[in-house]
């Protein structure tokens, strides 16, 4: 049990809205606190902090603008699996909310705390409520960003959180953050580190274009546009064998997709004759504590960006897959089937989510599926498949009926080197951050001599 004594005067001290709720004086943040220098600066001092578009997001209309939610937040990134734009008018008329170049933002509501910066190169964009906006900044914003990510930043953000159903992160607070001062030959030693970070995140989002290119003109898909058309004609003995009656179901598009892909020089199968999938159910021991992968785990490009761990009894009923090394996991739920991932080492034998289907294969090999279920091929089959009122989703007879080609095996070793590429470069930057961040923590900690010695044997 954790527990803290604190003077009358310290809430009155460290609290200007008179908190006395215990999660506000737990003991890594008092300890935070009490490192944090009165000369360090406010965060108000050096940024303009806003936050995003407060009206309903109004639908039916050009998407010309992206316009980011909270949910596009995740692992220090902006994800674009599921964007959502508006139109050009809206935006205009948005000013407050907009996001440019070497922005920070920083989710404020839903899933608080996830913290991401904007590229040289971003083009602008807008966001709603759920975050905010910290822009105008007078000092290096590289470095501002790496400091947040840091224990001393993140524990002064959890602490701010407020709220009970939804948690939120005020404006008024969030401006009172602390920056420690340091000096500029070491912020800009940070910020290459940052930038570094950008060039191999953008190598990553290159190789895996380059891999999807490559099988789409294996198949040859690659200028392949799907049409939806409004209006089309079935037999009426057509839905009588698919035992569907729904138009979506039976768009053109769909018979398109599946005769080209059985045109392929190579042949194709169905997945059940092509792919293992992997769907008993596993029973945790209770005081065994886990890695569970969930759907809000998976990023754009297949890359696991996080996981919980937990105890067997504190899971939830759904985590009850077990996955390997090399596994591909699919999700079967609509509006998240492009939340496919590949298991690395890190993840051999942790738990997910029965939303999954996990899949492998003797003749086609994870990186080549991974990357075929991604494209519009894999991905049209998914939601053609999909059925149900209140959760829809694929169910196994209709996943296991998708169409794989069997791609050469010239071409997928082609693939998978430069899937297995992508993820080393993802995860090379993902090291050079981490260096940053640990870089400012010893910087604060100690001094910054010890701090750039750490920057120099970590080369």
């Not at 913290?115 to 759920?130: E, G, L």
């Not at 030959?185 to 989002?205: G, H, P």
Request: hydrophobic content about 35%.
């Amino acid at each position: 049990m954790q527990y803290s004594i604190v003077n009358y005067s310290e809430i009155l001290n460290q609290s200007e809205n008179f908190r006395l709720d215990a999660e506000y004086f737990k003991p890594e943040y008092l300890k935070v606190h009490n490192i944090i220098q009165s000369d360090w600066s406010i965060l108000n001092n050096i940024a303009k902090i806003s936050d995003g578009d407060h009206a309903k997001f109004p639908e039916n209309q050009k998407e010309n603008v992206r316009y980011l939610r909270a949910k596009d937040l995740k692992g220090n990134t902006i994800l674009n699996d599921d964007p959502v734009y508006v139109s050009n008018d809206y935006f205009l008329k948005q000013k407050r909310s907009w996001i440019e170049s070497e922005n920070i933002l920083l989710s404020i509501m839903g899933s608080v705390g996830e913290i991401a910066i904007t590229p040289v190169d971003f083009q602008v964009c807008m966001a709603n409520r759920a975050i905010s906006i910290i822009k105008k900044i007078k000092e290096n914003p590289y470095y501002i960003f790496v400091f947040l990510i840091t224990i001393y930043g993140i524990n002064q953000i959890e602490r701010l959180q407020a709220g009970g159903v939804q948690e939120r992160i005020n404006l008024d607070d969030l401006r009172k953050i602390r920056i420690p001062k340091l000096s500029d030959s070491f912020v800009l030693k940070i910020q290459e580190l940052a930038l570094k970070r950008f060039k191999l995140i953008e190598k990553s989002k290159s190789l895996y274009t380059e891999a999807e290119n490559l099988l789409l003109s294996e198949l040859g898909l690659e200028d392949w546009k799907p049409q939806h058309k409004l209006s089309f004609v079935k037999n009426f003995s057509d839905t009588v064998e698919a035992e569907r009656i729904d138009s979506e179901y039976f768009q053109p598009k769909y018979e398109e997709l599946l005769r080209k892909i059985k045109e392929y020089k190579n042949g194709f199968n169905t997945l059940k004759k092509i792919v293992m999938l992997k769907d008993k159910n596993f029973n945790p021991e209770n005081k065994e504590i886990y890695k569970y992968i969930e759907l809000t785990n998976i990023s754009d490009n297949g890359e696991i960006i996080g996981y919980t761990e937990s105890l067997g009894q504190d899971l939830p009923t759904r985590a009850r897959r077990k996955v390997q090394s090399d596994d591909v996991i699919v999700s079967s739920i609509e509006g998240s089937l492009e939340s496919v991932a590949l298991i690395n080492d890190k993840l051999d034998n942790a738990l997910c989510s029965t939303g999954f289907y996990i899949n492998r294969s003797k003749e086609i090999n994870s990186e080549t599926l991974l990357c075929f279920v991604r494209t519009i091929a894999g991905q049209l089959q998914l939601k053609k498949g999909c059925s149900g009122t209140i959760l829809t989703a694929i169910n196994k007879p209709e996943y296991e009926d998708i169409l794989i080609p069997k791609i050469r095996p010239k071409i997928q070793e082609q693939i998978k080197e430069k899937i297995n590429e992508m993820y080393k470069s993802k995860q090379e930057s993902k090291n050079f951050l981490e260096k940053a961040k640990r870089a400012v923590e010893i910087a604060i900690e100690e001094n910054e001599d010890t701090a750039m010695k750490y920057l120099s044997t970590n080369d």
